[in-house]
DNA sequence: TAGATTGTTAATCGATTAACAATC
DNA sequence: TAGATTGTTAATCGATTAACAATC
């Protein structure tokens, strides 16, 4: 049995911007694209391109290019993003309800099935269509569904705590858009949305 | 005159991370850390930390660490976060509306000053305490005020456009919520808040 | 065919880490 | 003082780029 080749997780984290980059050309009507229009378009050379998909396999014909769709469908694959995912969302304050409405998820394939918090004047409201739960009840639902993927939408000093309760339920990946860092065991993986750090890093270059 | 030094962009892009993580042991009521402490919270070698830190100056104590509170204030200032932002914000859609609603910009020194929206039954309207304008004053609007940085929060067909007024108008930075890549001249700087891709990122890795 | 572009190798570049003298 | 931790140097590691044979 080969040893499964571990491809560099920065890599991993650029073929999601391929993705989006390739389905921008295709709604722009092109069949076709090469690693330097790609480049261009992204600010990535097109040597870096085609090192990265070659990690993967070989996607592109010589002279010709790369055929959007195809490659389109081999990252899809490659990320696991070729079917749907069930998302479980805790918190249903601003920003949970900004989150569970807008429909750029479910559009890409990720759709939210339930809803959590823990306070009762918010528990039993409805939420785009789904019913908000409450917080105890989030460990049987999630495992029940075998839901994998969780959204942090609740305050800071809340967070770790139901990152620890998502955990133990199953779930393996973590959107944490809460601003600290949380603690998790190995294997499992949180990304972090925090809007403000990357407005402070652009403030260091303003004059 | 000396030359300013150049800093990587990625120790620039690790300030912001540091100044939450110390955010949090201050608010913990810690007092003093060192670069270990910090690095275990983060998943970072402390020292990597020592190596960022030393871009800028000596902020430790050998044998003691570090004093919270005042590298928490040296990282702002190099960050220029000492002081508060004007931030504009076009689109006053759900995701607009959430932005706008948002407590934590204001709180951590980004103030929305102004929100565009382009749709007749939005324009006029209240919106956390500010009127939506028209996307036709966008130029004057932010021009006068003398806005640097603007956030885009539109569909992704208009938000190259609306980059572009942005531009024009004198922004500097520009935080995207629409999920393409933006084309900017020279000295404006874009982050892009794609949270279907940090998605993609992490289902990569589940079994 | 001639031109274009891939996939890959080797060279370069830059970032991270280990180690330690300095010193609080 | 003894222990701890900084700031910095040099070594290591890994990622990016340049270049080109293969080939469509």
Excluded: C
Excluded at 66 to 74: F, R, T
Excluded at 104 to 119: H, P, Q
Excluded at 143 to 171: C, F, H, N, W
Excluded at 187 to 201: E, N, T
Aim: zero cysteines; charged letters at 20%.
């Amino acid at each position: 049995m080969a040893a499964p080749v571990d491809i560099p997780d920065i890599v991993i984290g650029r073929l999601p911007i391929y993705l989006r980059a390739l389905s921008q050309l295709a709604d722009e009507g092109h069949d076709i694209t090469s690693s330097h229009e790609l480049g261009q378009r992204l600010g990535i050379s097109s040597a870096q391109i085609r090192k990265d998909l070659s990690h993967f396999g070989e996607f592109g014909k010589q002279g010709t290019g790369y055929q959007i769709n195809h490659l389109l469908g081999q990252l899809k694959q490659i990320l696991q993003v070729d079917h749907e995912w069930a998302v479980a969302l805790v918190g249903a304050g601003d920003l949970g309800h900004a989150i569970a409405r807008y429909g750029g998820f479910l559009e890409r394939g990720f759709r939210i099935v339930a809803v959590f918090d823990s306070s009762p004047e918010k528990i039993g409201r409805e939420l785009n269509g789904m019913q908000i739960l409450p917080a105890d009840d989030l460990s049987t639902v999630i495992s029940e569904q075998q839901v994998k993927i969780g959204m942090v939408a609740v305050p800071a000093r809340y967070a770790q705590e139901v990152t620890d309760e998502l955990v133990k339920a199953g779930v393996r990946a973590i959107l944490n858009y809460a601003p600290i860092t949380l603690v998790v065991p190995k294997g499992v993986h949180v990304q972090y949305i925090d809007p403000v750090a990357h407005l402070q890093r652009m403030t260091y270059y303003i004059d």
